[in-house]
C-alpha cells in the first residue's frame, strides 16, 4: 500500500500486520507522520485560530511610538488603518490557479542545514513534509575527538528524525576553506579522515534514505586548493559506496551539492569533473543541486545544463533552492510607505534596514506578513516556492528539500537574506500562542503542496 492510501482508510491507527520483514515499520511510520501532523493542525485550530490571518492588533495601537533608527523601541503594533491583508483569502486565491501536472511528481521536504540540532518532530509535522535534509560537518566532528559521533547532539538529532518517521537525507560536509586538501590518498592524514568516516557511517546509515557526499564542495573550499578538490571527493565518494555496497541495506548516494550552474562561468574544471564522475560510477544515483537564485529560469537552467552532463541515468536532487539572490537584489529598495505608517516605521528606511530591526526585535506575525504583502518586490513572487515544485516535477527531480528555519546574526545592503526564505519566522516574529515558531508566509503553499501529493 503507499502511504496514501493508508492516510485515507486507516487515519490514526497503528498497522500491525506485515507479511514481510520491515513492513510492520514500514507501514507504522507513515501514520505515526500522518497522526502527528493531524494533531498539530487541530491544536493549532484551537490555539491559533487566526494564525495564518495573523494576530490581533494591539488595543491602542495610535499611541505606539515611531520605530525609527534614531531611538531604542520597545513596543510595536499597527497604527488605525493598517493594510494588513487576509491571508487565508490570498492563499486562496493563489490556489485557484494550481493546474495539476500529469508527471510524476518529485518529493518536497524540509531542510535543516546545518541547524540539525533544534530539531521538532511537531515543527516538522505542521509542514506535512516526509523528508528531512541535514548536512553534519565531518571535520569539526573529527576535531571533537572520537566520542563525538556518540554525543554530538546533530547526529543524535539525525537518528530521531528516522524515529520519529521521516525520510532522511544527510550531506557529509567537508569544509577545506581553511587548509589543503589531502593529496595523497594513502597518507595518514587521509586515512585517518576515512576512517573517521566509516565511524560516523556506522552510527547514522540505518537511519538515512539518502546520503550525499558533500555539502557546498565549490564554495567549502579555497582558489589555492581547488585543483585538489576533484581528486578528493572522488576518493572520499569511492570509499562511501564501498561501504554502502557492503551495508547490507544500499541507499542512493549523490555528490555535491552544485552551487550556481545557471552561470556558465561557475562551470569550472573542477565541476566538470565532478560531474562526469557521477556519470560514470555506477555506484552514484546522480547528484545534489543547491538553487539559490534571481528567477525560476535560472533554475531550469542549472537542471538542464545538469541534466545534459549526468546522462539520462542519473537523478537530480536539489537540498536546498530558494530565490535568494533576487532577494538580496532588494535591499536599497525603500520599504512601503503605507506600511511605515500603518505600522509606525521609520519611512526612511530601506529594506535591509527594516529586516535588520526585525531581527534584533521580533514582532507580531501580523507586522511580518504585512511588511512582506505591501512590498511590490515580494508580491511578484509570492508563488515562488510552489512554481519552482511544479518546475522540479516537470524536470523530474527525485526530492527538493526547503528551508524550514534560517538564522543569521544581522542583515546589511550586501547580506544574504536568508530569513526571508524559511517556512517559520523564526527569528523576525514572536513565538505563537503554543510556544511553537511562527509559520513564515511560505507554510500555506507548502502545506498545500503536501495536501496534492496525498
Not at 506485515?18 to 497522526?35: D, I, M, Q, W
Not at 526585525?358 to 511580518?368: K, V
Not at 512590498?375 to 527538493?400: I, K, N, P, Q
Not at 526571508?420 to 502545506?447: D, K
Request: proline share 7%; glycine share 6%.
Amino acid at each position: 500500500m503507499t502511504d496514501h492510501v493508508l492516510y485515507t482508510f486507516y487515519p490514526c491507527l497503528q498497522v500491525v500486520g506485515g507479511h514481510a520483514t520491515g513492513t510492520r515499520v514500514a507501514l507504522r511510520r507513515p501514520l505515526r507522520r500522518y497522526c502527528s501532523m493531524r494533531a498539530a493542525e487541530e491544536q493549532e485550530s484551537r490555539a491559533e485560530p487566526q494564525a495564518l490571518a495573523g494576530w490581533p492588533a494591539p488595543a491602542n495601537p495610535g499611541s505606539l511610538p515611531l520605530k525609527s533608527s534614531h531611538q531604542g523601541l520597545t513596543s510595536r503594533g499597527p497604527a488605525q488603518g493598517g493594510i494588513m491583508k487576509n491571508w487565508r483569502s490570498v492563499a486562496f486565491g493563489l490556489s485557484l490557479f494550481v493546474v495539476p501536472c500529469a508527471v510524476q511528481a518529485s518529493d518536497l521536504g524540509v531542510n535543516y542545514n546545518g541547524l540539525t540540532r533544534s530539531y521538532s518532530s511537531a515543527d516538522v509535522a505542521r509542514t506535512g513534509a516526509r523528508w528531512v535534509r541535514a548536512f553534519v560537518d565531518v571535520r569539526r566532528l573529527q576535531k571533537m575527538g572520537e566520542g563525538a559521533v556518540q554525543t554530538d547532539p546533530d547526529v543524535n538529532a539525525l537518528l530521531r528524525m528516522h524515529d520519529d518517521g521521516y525520510k532522511v537525507i544527510l550531506n557529509l560536509k567537508y569544509d577545506y576553506t581553511d587548509a589543503p586538501f589531502p593529496s595523497d590518498a594513502d597518507s595518514p592524514e587521509f586515512k585517518d579522515l576515512r576512517a573517521f568516516t566509516t565511524r560516523l557511517l556506522d552510527r547514522v546509515f540505518p537511519d538515512i534514505d539518502i546520503i550525499v557526499v558533500g555539502n557546498e564542495p565549490f564554495i567549502e573550499s579555497n582558489s589555492s586548493n581547488r585543483p585538489e578538490l576533484f581528486d578528493f571527493y572522488k576518493h572520499i565518494a569511492n570509499h562511501v559506496i564501498t561501504y554502502d555496497r557492503n551495508s547490507g541495506r544500499p541507499i542512493p548516494l549523490y555528490v555535491g551539492a552544485f552551487n550556481n550552474v545557471e552561470n556558465p562561468k561557475a562551470r569550472t574544471p573542477e565541476v566538470d569533473a565532478l560531474l562526469h564522475y557521477a556519470r560514470n560510477t555506477p555506484g552514484v544515483a546522480g547528484v545534489d543541486l543547491h538553487l539559490h537564485v534571481s528567477s525560476l529560469e535560472q533554475m531550469r537552467e542549472a537542471i538542464d545544463f545538469t541534466k545534459n552532463e549526468i546522462g539520462p541515468g542519473k537523478r537530480i536532487i536539489s537540498t536546498e533552492f530558494s530565490l535568494k539572490n533576487y532577494f538580496k537584489a532588494q535591499l536599497e529598495r525603500p520599504i512601503d510607505q503605507r506600511f511605515a505608517a500603518a505600522w509606525r516605521v521609520d519611512p526612511s528606511w530601506k529594506i535591509w534596514q527594516y529586516l535588520n530591526y526585525a531581527l534584533r526585535t521580533p514582532g507580531p506575525r501580523a507586522e511580518w506578513l504585512a511588511f512582506l504583502q505591501a512590498s511590490a518586490w515580494f508580491s511578484a513572487v509570492d508563488s515562488s516556492l510552489a512554481d519552482a515544485d511544479r518546475l522540479f516535477d516537470r524536470e523530474g527531480l527525485a526530492v527538493a528539500t526547503y528551508a524550514l528555519r534560517q538564522t543569521q546574526p544581522g542583515i546589511g545592503p550586501r547580506t544574504d537574506p536568508w530569513i526571508l526564505n524559511a517556512l517559520y519566522c523564526n527569528q523576525t516574529c514572536l513565538p505563537g500562542p503554543s510556544g511553537g515558531p511562527s509559520p513564515n508566509y511560505w507554510m500555506e503553499s507548502f502545506r498545500a503542496r503536501q495536501r496534492e501529493r496525498q
